[in-house]
Every structure is written in structure tokens, then in C-alpha cells.
């Protein structure tokens, strides 16, 4: 997320990066303590944090079941309100507020447990791999990748984040070993980190169709293919189809998948998708700064 106001205000220096700065990250010390405190207090156990871009603070708490993920994400966005209105500062979610940045993502790791067994291991085995049954798995969140983008980028703005190339976000459907242009990163043994949720994302709903798509990858045995290897910007094919660029396409393909609506209650899933597209419609309608900056005089 995205902390901007009085002190937080930086100039990276040319060709340079603010990611991983000391100094900034110190910059920020009252209002990522603040955090904590109020997370602590309320039962997020923080594990772990850093500062990214300008503005950009990335804080951890400790995984636990979907659903309690869900609330301690829900909780963690209302620590962050309260916390910027007591420093005078503002706390920003969007998914992209700068061109030319890193987005606000919301990546979901997640590994799948039968009782304290770690399903996407195979005992024994040490080097990076992952287990068949971690690979159905996998393969379904693939196959519905697409259908499931209307939740994931739930904004316009969502998009953006997807349009950038070389920020960490996803452009291509596919997964890799540590590789993290891909949709889908095989992180460390028993974990896989899901990249297309942005900061915007309602976790209920993310969860439920992460969850479905599981499920149907390990029901139908989907086979999510070879590990992408090099960057996956350079790679234009896919065996899912492309990833959905705008919220208009991710409406078209979430339509169009029968498994991801199908996790959600019927009357739910319509109102979802009419709400999307009348936001979709209203943007399309909107004369944005950009046209004015290049059409206006241009066309005089």
C-alpha cells in the first residue's frame, strides 16, 4: 500500500531504485509502528515488512485458514485508516497510483495441509519441486485465472498494474521455480504465491474462487504445464489464453467460465458483474488528462 503526505514526500535518485532503503524505511518508523501496535493489539501477528517505492510499505502478518485471512486483511486495511488520520497522512490501496512505479499488489500465498502434512510437498525431498497433487492444483488456478481477473483487478485502475512490464506484476498466464514475472511463483518448498490480487481485492471473494479453481484442478487432474523459464514478458503464449487487460475483458471471461461463477451464489455473482460494468461503462465514457494532453492541441 501507498502512505503519502507531509515527510514521506521522495525523489529517487536517476537510473536508481528506493526499494529496500534503510533510510526511507526509518522515514516511516512512526506510522509502521503505529501499524503494528494497533495489529498486535487486534491479533495480527506482523512478521515482517519493507519499504518498495516511494510511499510504498509493504507489511506481513502470519498466514493462517482462508477465512481468518480474510478478516485479519479486513482488519489490517481499517488499522491502516485510523493510523493515517492520527499522523495526518493518507493510506491508499489503489492498485496503481503511479505510471512508471511498482503497483500495490495483494499476492496470496498459499499452501494446501491434510492435518500437519503440507499437500505441495513431497516428504523427503529437498530440492525446489512441487507434488502431483500440488500441480492439479496449480493447474487449476491457471485454467481459471482468467474467469477469476474481475475479482483479482477488481478496478479499473487494476489494470494498469498488469500494462506495466517490469514492475513484479503478472503479464502472462503461467507459473515458474522462484521466477517472479510469473503468474504464479513456486516460492519455496509448500508454498505457491498467486500474483494477480491487487490491494483492492475483497479477500472473501478472492479466496472463494482460489479455493474453486483449486478444487477443480484437483477433481479434473489439470495439468498446469512446464515452469516458465527466463522472464515471462518475453514469452507471448500460454496454454490458458492471454490474461485479461482491462476490466471489460475480465468481465467477458469471468462470464465465460462456468467454474468461477458457480462458486459464488447466483444473485451474488450478477450483482457482481453489473456493478462491473456499469463501472467499466463510465469509465469508457470519461475524457481522461491523457486525451486532452495528447489530442487536444494535436487536433486543433
Known sequence: MTWTGPGLEVTPRPGQSPAYSLDLLERTRHI?????????????????????????????????????????????????????????????????????????????????????QNMLVEPGRTELHLSELGRHALGGVLAHAAGSMVVMGSTVNSYKRYWDVGQFAPSRIDWGMENRTCTVRLSVN?????????????????????????????????????????????????VFGPLPVTLGEALVAFREDPVVQAALPTELADAYAAVKADEWARFCSYVTDWERAIYEDVLA
Open 32 to 116: 509502521f509502528q503505529s501499524v503494528i501496535r494497533y495489529g498486535q493489539a487486534l491479533g495480527l501477528n506482523m512478521i515482517e515488512g519493507d519499504y518498495e517505492d516511494p510511499g510504498q510499505i509493504e507489511l506481513n502478518f502470519m498466514f493462517d485458514r482462508a477465512e481468518l485471512t480474510a478478516d485479519r486483511l479486513t482488519t489490517y486495511r481499517m488499522i491502516c485508516r485510523q493510523v493515517a488520520r492520527e499522523h495526518g497522512v493518507k493510506a491508499s490501496f489503489m492498485p496503481k497510483p503511479t505510471t512508471g512505479a511498482m503497483g500495490n499488489g495483494c499476492h496470496h500465498n498459499f499452501s494446501l495441509w491434510r492435518g500437519d
Open 190 to 238: 509448500g508454498r505457491l504465491e498467486f500474483k494477480l490480487p491487487d490491494a483492492a481485492v475483497n479477500p472473501y471473494l478472492s479466496h472463494t474462487l482460489l479455493l474453486a479453481s483449486i478444487k477443480d484442478g484437483l477433481e479434473r487432474k489439470i495439468d498446469p504445464g512446464k515452469p516458465q523459464t527466463g522472464s515471462s514478458h518475453d514469452n507471448d503464449e500460454s
